[in-house]
């Protein structure tokens, strides 16, 4: 199972992008990377999911790298709403020991 | 429309106690889960399930059982509670069984306090 790193906590204002990167060094070739957001009192949501180079979709960016020993998830123009804890997840076929982390709690400031 | 509900919200209960929670989905999904959450914020998985496999995350106490009486159903039973089991537990599902490309939507939460 691929262990991830990521920051515990980061600060942001409004209207800033957020750019918030995690390591997987040992991430395996089945391995899929998928962020999460959670909100206080409510499980977690998917965000975004990435296997290399870039995706986009409306709500956020991923960004890949060739090794695929890391990945940064970018929200643009952050407002107070996504004001959450983010978590990175890398999850091969043998999923029975998937743990998501303690993630990256992102306060938006005004 | 609630894609993944589950009740009770909230759940108090005494030490040696046997409780259920219940998790319901309507997204038609294939593949059902448990997760345990605790006061560090760990999200750990105890439990996937589809109409085929049962994964039991070896981890987990005996205690626990999950009981799916049909594919929109994934209950969680706990036998003999102890102070330990106080954490949020999550259900969640997903299409397919594939969890490394799949999805998962999470329901709200069932918040156990055990006294």
């Known amino acids: 199972l691929a262990k991830t790193t990521q920051p515990i906590s980061m600060d942001s204002y409004e209207g800033q992008e957020v750019n918030i990167t995690c390591s997987h060094n040992?991430?395996?070739?089945?391995?899929?990377i998928t962020w999460y957001q959670q909100f206080p009192s409510q499980g977690p949501r998917f965000i975004i999911q990435?296997?290399?180079t870039k995706v986009t979709n409306e709500v956020a960016s991923l960004f890949i790298p060739a090794d695929r020993k890391s990945s940064t998830l970018s929200l643009p123009r952050v407002s107070l709403s996504d004001t959450a804890v983010y978590y990175c997840?890398?999850?091969?076929?043998?999923?029975?020991?998937?743990?998501f982390g303690a993630g990256t709690r992102l306060a938006v400031h005004p | 429309d609630t894609a993944v509900s589950q009740t009770p919200k909230y759940l108090v209960t005494q030490m040696g106690n046997d409780k259920s929670i219940k998790c319901e989905q309507n997204?038609?999904?294939?593949?059902m889960y448990w997760y345990k959450q605790d006061s560090k914020k760990f999200l750990k998985i105890m439990f996937s399930?589809?109409?085929?496999?049962?994964?039991i995350n070896e981890t987990v106490p005996n205690r626990f059982s999950p009981k799916s009486p049909d594919k929109a159903h994934l209950n969680l039973h706990i036998n003999s509670l102890e102070l330990g089991d106080s954490a949020v537990y999550f259900c969640?599902?997903?299409?397919?069984?594939?969890?490394?490309?799949?999805?998962?939507?999470f329901g709200p939460g069932t918040r156990l306090l055990v006294l």
């Open positions: 040992n991430i395996a070739t089945n391995d899929y």
């Open positions: 990435g296997y290399k």
């Open positions: 969640a599902s997903s299409q397919g069984a594939s969890v490394n490309q799949e999805t998962q939507y």
């Open positions: 997840l890398v999850v091969g076929r043998g999923y029975n020991k998937l743990i």
């Open positions: 399930y589809n109409n085929k496999e049962l994964i």
């Open positions: 997204l038609g999904h294939d593949t």
